[in-house]
């Protein structure tokens, strides 16, 4: 029986990219938990191929095999399950990253077999389960057969190949209730929420089908599982269509906040909510594990301290669930896969070495800045020239920004109530306690601050300096 949940943290979302199952669950105990993030999205669970002649690639793991979960280069079944069940008991959900649109590719012709040893060619996918059930062949796919070619054209972009994938035809009831079979899985496991990968590329209808088929609890959580679909949204397909069938990731959010960072243009960040999805709606994010290849404005690699700033940001601002990235680092290829060993598994993270960049530790205690502002608005302070920001957050939470290379002291009115404050940004407040090397008092309403160069101040009411 799943044990008892632990009281969930907030919203705030942390994309472990690529971290074992066995990594996952210690993190929860050891950081995520106690510092207030409320959900992990692993990378994809499902047996996926194994390309040793390119090296491993990161990307095997989006071109499926078959719906079972044991011995992926993450772990085994064993590992995941213990994995969902120790993270709960932190308080922290497990998102996991659900690919429903296709599954291998032509690249992947001959590979065989899967990372479970399941054989497979493009189109045939004989033993889904591995219990000789059920399984898909040359009808479950689309009949277009090809790539897409013109992005424009709605049909194409749903019912031809996302590059060379084998496209499923997920019209068709055969294959919902199969994809549904796998995500009713996960939920029994205990999966709180997915992410639909290439959501797009199905049309609405179809997603609205296969969440149809899902179960309503979430053992140990108790609510409908969470759903965030990757979309984006161009002026074929907005993102905000798909909002009836879950949240939606806001990619104009991740451009907007990259380039205001990358250019030091903070004040720009006032207006970064117009226009875009409704952010009950919306994913926000810095980067992701494609745009950090594809659209590196401002990444863990490009300028570590400002990418940083930008992370601490978009969980101290009221738009969207934030989603965190942390990565690993690499040289030469954008395919180059995380730290491995040479049959491919994955290595065990231990943060700041080895590759494992880690880059939510950097932002120490905001994720419990996020949960305890979530609701109240925003309230710009003056700041200074373009590049330094304050705001308040209703009289919850106060937070400063500082992208320059000087310290700026600031002294600003906020409505934070009279008293002496942990400062989140630079430390953590766990189990009641303020670990920060940095503390404010609020007097009369005033407040001096010291926003280090390249840094952050956050204060709010649910960690007290003393
Ligand atoms: C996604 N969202 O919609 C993922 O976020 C993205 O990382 C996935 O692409 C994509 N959709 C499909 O799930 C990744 C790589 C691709 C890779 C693909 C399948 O960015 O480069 O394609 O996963 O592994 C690779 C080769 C292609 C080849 C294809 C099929 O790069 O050249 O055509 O495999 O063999
Ligand atoms: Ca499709």
């Given at each position: 029986?799943?044990?008892?949940?632990?009281?969930?943290?907030?919203?705030?979302?942390?994309?472990?990219?690529?971290?074992?199952?066995?990594?996952?669950?210690?993190?929860?105990?050891?950081?995520?938990?106690?510092?207030?993030?409320?959900?992990?999205?692993?990378?994809?669970?499902?047996?996926?191929?194994?390309?040793?002649?390119?090296?491993?690639?990161?990307?095997?793991?989006?071109?499926?095999?078959?719906?079972?979960?044991?011995?992926?280069?993450?772990?085994?079944?064993?590992?995941?399950?213990?994995?969902?069940?120790?993270?709960?008991?932190?308080?922290?959900?497990?998102?996991?990253?659900?690919?429903?649109?296709?599954?291998?590719?032509?690249?992947?012709?001959?590979?065989?077999?899967?990372?479970?040893?399941?054989?497979?060619?493009?189109?045939?996918?004989?033993?889904?389960?591995?219990?000789?059930?059920?399984?898909?062949?040359?009808?479950?796919?689309?009949?277009?057969?090809?790539?897409?070619?013109?992005?424009?054209?709605?049909?194409?972009?749903?019912?031809?190949?996302?590059?060379?994938?084998?496209?499923?035809?997920?019209?068709?009831?055969?294959?919902?209730?199969?994809?549904?079979?796998?995500?009713?899985?996960?939920?029994?496991?205990?999966?709180?929420?997915?992410?639909?990968?290439?959501?797009?590329?199905?049309?609405?209808?179809?997603?609205?089908?296969?969440?149809?088929?899902?179960?309503?609890?979430?053992?140990?959580?108790?609510?409908?599982?969470?759903?965030?679909?990757?979309?984006?949204?161009?002026?074929?397909?907005?993102?905000?269509?798909?909002?009836?069938?879950?949240?939606?990731?806001?990619?104009?959010?991740?451009?907007?906040?990259?380039?205001?960072?990358?250019?030091?243009?903070l004040q720009g960040l006032r207006t970064i909510g117009d226009g875009l999805i409704n952010g009950d709606d919306a994913i926000a994010f810095v980067?992701?594990?494609?745009?950090?290849?594809?659209?590196?404005?401002?990444?863990?690699?490009?300028?570590?301290?400002?990418?940083?700033?930008?992370?601490?940001?978009?969980?101290?601002?009221?738009?969207?669930?934030?989603?965190?990235?942390?990565?690993?680092?690499?040289?030469?290829?954008?395919?180059?896969?995380?730290?491995?060993?040479?049959?491919?598994?994955?290595?065990?993270?231990?943060?700041?070495?080895?590759?494992?960049?880690?880059?939510?530790?950097?932002?120490?205690?905001?994720?419990?800045?996020?949960?305890?502002?979530?609701?109240?608005?925003?309230?710009?302070?003056?700041?200074?020239?373009?590049?330094?920001?304050?705001?308040?957050?209703?009289?919850?939470?106060?937070?400063?920004?500082?992208?320059?290379?000087?310290?700026?002291?600031?002294?600003?009115?906020?409505?934070?109530?009279?008293?002496?404050?942990?400062?989140?940004?630079?430390?953590?407040?766990?189990?009641?306690?303020?670990?920060?090397?940095?503390?404010?008092?609020?007097?009369?309403?005033?407040?001096?601050?010291?926003?280090?160069?390249?840094?952050?101040?956050?204060?709010?009411?649910?960690?007290?300096?003393?």
């Amino acid at each position: 029986d799943a044990p008892a949940a632990a009281e969930a943290n907030g919203n705030a979302i942390v994309h472990l990219f690529q971290w074992r199952w066995e990594s996952v669950a210690q993190e929860c105990e050891d950081f995520l938990g106690p510092n207030g993030f409320g959900a992990v999205q692993v990378s994809p669970p499902q047996e996926h191929v194994v390309l040793s002649a390119q090296g491993f690639p990161w990307w095997q793991d989006y071109q499926p095999v078959s719906y079972k979960i044991d011995n992926t280069r993450r772990g085994t079944a064993a590992d995941f399950q213990d994995m969902v069940d120790r993270c709960r008991d932190s308080g922290v959900k497990i998102y996991v990253d659900a690919i429903l649109n296709h599954m291998s590719g032509s690249g992947s012709v001959g590979a065989g077999p899967g990372s479970d040893g399941t054989e497979y060619g493009k189109y045939e996918y004989p033993d889904l389960y591995g219990d000789g059930t059920h399984g898909y062949s040359r009808q479950d796919f689309n009949a277009c057969g090809r790539d897409i070619s013109n992005w424009n054209d709605r049909w194409e972009v749903q019912n031809c190949e996302l590059v060379g994938l084998s496209d499923l035809a997920t019209g068709n009831d055969y294959v919902r209730d199969r994809l549904a079979q796998y995500l009713n899985g996960l939920i029994d496991m205990g999966v709180a929420g997915f992410r639909y990968d290439a959501a797009k590329h199905m049309p609405l209808a179809d997603v609205e089908a296969v969440n149809s088929r899902l179960r309503t609890t979430v053992p140990g959580w108790d609510q409908p599982p969470y759903i965030f679909q990757e979309v984006i949204g161009d002026g074929t397909i907005g993102a905000g269509e798909y909002t009836g069938a879950g949240d939606v990731t806001e990619f104009e959010y991740h451009r907007r906040v990259s380039a205001r960072f990358a250019e030091a243009n903070l004040q720009g960040l006032r207006t970064i909510g117009d226009g875009l999805i409704n952010g009950d709606d919306a994913i926000a994010f810095v980067v992701n594990h494609d745009t950090q290849r594809s659209d590196p404005t401002l990444t863990h690699r490009t300028d570590r301290d400002r990418y940083d700033l930008a992370q601490a940001f978009m969980l101290a601002y009221d738009y969207g669930t934030a989603q965190v990235m942390s990565s690993y680092d690499w040289t030469g290829s954008n395919d180059t896969g995380p730290p491995s060993e040479s049959d491919g598994t994955t290595r065990a993270t231990v943060c700041g070495q080895d590759g494992w960049v880690c880059e939510h530790r950097a932002l120490n205690g905001m994720a419990t800045f996020a949960n305890a502002t979530d609701g109240t608005g925003v309230d710009w302070k003056d700041g200074d020239g373009n590049a330094r920001i304050a705001f308040d957050r209703g009289t919850a939470g106060f937070a400063a920004f500082n992208a320059t290379d000087s310290e700026w002291s600031a002294t600003v009115d906020t409505a934070l109530p009279d008293g002496e404050y942990c400062d989140v940004a630079n430390g953590t407040f766990t189990g009641g306690a303020c670990d920060s090397p940095n503390r404010y008092t609020v007097s009369g309403g005033s407040l001096t601050v010291q926003v280090p160069p390249e840094g952050a101040v956050a204060l709010h009411v649910n960690a007290p300096g003393s």
